[in-house]
């Protein structure tokens, strides 16, 4: 499957969702951004069904699961607050 097929298949299945379906995938993506500014990588355990952190260059877990979507915001407010006053 080529990136465009990818990426049209997703905007198919996003807009299957209902509204508030469709609000929590926005602000999952938000976070997943957010991390990345910082080297991170909001992952899914897919055991627990819940969130976890990872620095991305070393693969190595940070905020372990489970996190549901307000705890990886809660986390990645104090990373960011810790980094700001370094």
């Given at each position: 499957?080529?990136?465009?097929?990818?990426?049209?298949?997703?905007?198919?299945?996003?807009?299957?969702?209902?509204?508030?379906?469709q609000?929590?995938?926005?602000?999952?993506?938000?976070?997943m951004?957010?991390?990345?500014?910082?080297?991170?990588?909001?992952?899914?355990?897919?055991?627990?069904?819940?969130?976890?952190?990872?620095?991305?260059?070393?693969?190595?877990?940070?905020?372990?699961?489970?996190?549901?979507?307000?705890?990886?915001?809660?986390?990645?407010?104090?990373?960011?607050?810790?980094?700001?006053?370094?």
């Amino acid at each position: 499957m080529t990136r465009e097929e990818s990426l049209e298949a997703l905007c198919v299945a996003f807009e299957k969702l209902d509204e508030d379906e469709q609000r929590g995938m926005i602000r999952l993506i938000e976070q997943m951004k957010r991390a990345h500014t910082f080297g991170l990588d909001v992952r899914f355990d897919e055991h627990t069904f819940t969130f976890f952190i990872a620095d991305a260059a070393t693969n190595t877990v940070v905020a372990p699961p489970p996190m549901n979507i307000p705890t990886v915001e809660a986390w990645l407010d104090d990373y960011e607050k810790e980094a700001a006053e370094e």
